[in-house]
């Protein structure tokens, strides 16, 4: 799997938006880049994923640059129960594949 | 969304026991589950597959006698961390995929073990 590079951690205010960026300059033109959060002492939730299309559900955005080497999520009203440690992770759109977690970005929302 | 549900959510015992952990599939057929551990103020780190009917595959540096792990039906998957000793105490995590038409991974709530 490609390799993400992502900020340690961030900080938001409430209602805002928050905009994670996410650098993945080696992804392979078969993988996606998924996002996962991971709220203190839970499991990994899923938030989104997409190829090369900008994607957008209840939870989230999803921006991926026309080369594919970046992506941004984007929480656009954020609130306290978004603070949690950001996954930007790229794979094979395998279901249930095993994923590398990097460092992921700590996101805390701040009233 | 699927549910994977893990048991117990956290665990205490004494040095040199052994722990078991279950994790099941509760509304999908899961061939396939994947066990991480989880340092505080770390990330997720894979552990092993599990693979249903077969042999578990582990990652480099896990010991697999260990950590035995036996999937024996398609719902569910359990880790036994075996002589267990301070320095296992981790946040143990399962997950499983669906298959077919949706592609995302399921996490249970994970397990929080501490060795004493």
Redesign the interface.
């Known amino acids: 799997d490609a390799k993400t590079t992502q900020p340690p951690s961030m900080d938001c205010a409430e209602g805002r938006a928050a905009n994670l960026p996410c650098n993945h300059s080696t992804i392979s033109g078969n993988e996606?880049v998924?996002w996962?959060r991971?709220i203190h002492?839970?499991?990994?939730?899923?938030i989104i994923?997409g190829l090369k299309n900008n994607e957008t559900n209840e939870m989230a955005s999803l921006i991926i640059t026309e080369d594919r080497k970046s992506s941004t999520l984007i929480l656009p009203h954020a609130t306290l129960r978004d603070t949690a440690v950001y996954?930007c992770i790229v794979t094979y759109?395998?279901?249930?594949?095993?994923?590398?977690?990097?460092?992921?970005t700590r996101l805390m929302v701040k009233p | 969304?699927a549910v994977?549900s893990?048991h117990p959510s956290w665990v205490i015992c004494k040095s040199g026991t052994s722990v078991k952990i279950e994790c099941r599939s509760l509304d999908f057929q899961?061939t396939?589950?994947?066990w991480?551990r989880q340092f505080p103020k770390q990330?997720?780190?894979?552990m092993a597959?599990s693979n249903e009917g077969s042999k578990a595959t582990y990652e480099q540096g896990v010991e697999k006698d260990k950590f035995l792990i036996n999937h024996a039906s398609l719902t569910l998957s359990t880790l036994t961390v075996t002589s267990a000793h301070p320095e296992d105490s981790s946040?143990y995590?399962c997950?499983?995929?669906?298959?077919?038409w949706?592609?995302?991974?399921?996490?249970?709530?994970?397990t929080?073990l501490t060795v004493v």
């Open positions: 996606y998924y996962y991971q002492s839970q499991g990994p939730q899923y994923h996954y759109n395998n279901a249930g594949n095993m994923l590398t977690f990097g460092g992921g | 969304g994977v893990q899961a396939t589950m994947f991480y990330s997720l780190m894979l597959t946040f995590i997950s499983a995929g669906v298959g077919g949706t592609t995302e991974a399921f996490f249970g709530q994970g929080r």
